[in-house]
């Protein structure tokens, strides 16, 4: 391994820079639960000026990355997957491609299936290649909720007072608007016991006031100071309030897997041709009849597995072609059962075409920044 020198210039971006860019090209709560995608060597606050894409870290790749002096490389399988116990500098593991890394201060980010699952991702650009039109995932990625919903009664003349005090928490904050609220006139009851001091009526017999439920959405981080402040503002001696959970949010467009629509007349064997020709697929292979008619693409890169069998649109069936990188055995006699055609390219030369595309995003988002596509980064199979 060629050690680095670290060439001296002026640094506008950091590595929080590249995390921000990459949380909006592919955000990693859309990737599958099992990846380890993110910054996954080195620190947010390191100094970024030279990034390097790829697919996979190997020795020529690592040995590329020091020569260039790159500061950062975007990783697309993640480096560190596995339980690690040692992190021992050598190029002939992960493990210890990591830790060279992190001996020269080059930091790694995988987005992996979150670049899978984003617009614009593997699968999109895979599927754009095969003519397909149309796309929507094989399901829609939820959007985990990192809020809820807080509800409280308050008098009329004591509304502003208490709604200003959860504002000021840090409530009723809707995407870049402020102060949001929804407001319901009503009557609420209550009977004060002898131990009690009512703030209106009297202990010891049946109140009835007016007054107005308050309801706002609150941050998870910010509900303890949200219900102290309320507690803090509102007028009641015991004031009732009540916290929802609030369902993740389908988001439209992002999910694992692409369903898309083909050319009347497609065939199988067209889609192979033309993408063994565009991908330089050294040993494509398919499954089915060449001639099949085909309406519609199901597109997995890497490794489609049993996916496009149940999705959304009730999995592929006949005249359906999955394109993916690399099928089993027994999933080719599924689809094969199920009356599809499929095309395998490859695991890396499926998952590959989408780093061109991901390298003008990010230099869209993060203009002025170096960027460069290893060119040691290679498929690992051949034909002997």
């Not at 509900?223 to 309030?241: K, R």
């Not at 692409?258 to 033309?274: C, F, N, W």
């Not at 890497?302 to 027994?330: F, K, N």
């Not at 599924?334 to 075409?353: D, F, K, M, N, V």
């Amino acid at each position: 391994m060629a050690k680095q020198t670290k060439r001296k210039t002026n640094r506008t971006y950091t590595i929080a820079s590249l995390n921000a860019a990459m949380e909006a090209i592919a955000p990693t709560w859309a990737a599958a639960d099992w990846d380890n995608v993110g910054l996954l060597i080195g620190s947010a606050a390191w100094p970024l000026t030279h990034l390097m894409l790829t697919i996979d870290m190997t020795a020529a790749v690592l040995d590329e990355a020091l020569k260039s002096k790159v500061d950062a490389i975007l990783c697309y399988h993640p480096v560190v997957f596995k339980a690690t116990k040692r992190l021992l500098v050598s190029d002939q593991s992960q493990e210890g491609m990591a830790a060279a890394l992190l001996s020269e201060r080059i930091a790694v980010y995988s987005p992996h299936t979150a670049l899978d699952a984003a617009p614009g991702g593997t699968n999109e650009t895979l599927a754009t290649m095969a003519g397909a039109t149309n796309l929507r995932p094989f399901r829609t990625a939820l959007k985990p909720v990192r809020e809820c919903k807080l509800v409280t009664f308050v008098p009329h003349d004591q509304l502003d007072i208490v709604s200003e005090a959860l504002f000021a928490a840090g409530a009723g904050r809707i995407g870049d608007y402020e102060k949001c609220s929804y407001r319901l006139d009503g009557n609420g009851t209550f009977f004060g016991t002898d131990s009690t001091n009512p703030t209106v009526g009297r202990r010891g017999q049946l109140e009835t006031v007016a007054e107005m439920r308050l309801e706002v959405v609150v941050p998870l981080r910010a509900l303890p100071q949200a219900v102290a402040a309320l507690i803090a503002a509102h007028p009641y001696e015991e004031p009732a309030y009540d916290v929802y959970p609030l369902q993740a949010t389908p988001q439209m467009g992002v999910g694992q897997g692409r369903i898309g629509d083909l050319p009347p007349k497609t065939t199988a064997g067209a889609v192979y041709d033309a993408l063994a020709r565009k991908l330089k697929a050294p040993h494509a292979l398919m499954v089915g009849n060449a001639r099949q008619k085909v309406r519609r693409a199901f597109v997995c890169v890497g490794s489609a597995g049993t996916m496009p069998l149940a999705t959304d649109e009730g999995g592929c069936g006949v005249g359906d072609l999955v394109i993916t990188g690399e099928i089993r055995h027994h999933d080719a006699l599924t689809y094969q059962r199920r009356g599809a055609t499929a095309i395998a390219l490859g695991h890396w030369t499926s998952e590959r075409p989408a780093l061109k595309p991901l390298e003008t995003m990010i230099k869209t988002a993060l203009p002025g920044l170096t960027t460069m596509l290893s060119k040691k980064d290679a498929e690992p199979f051949g034909l002997g």
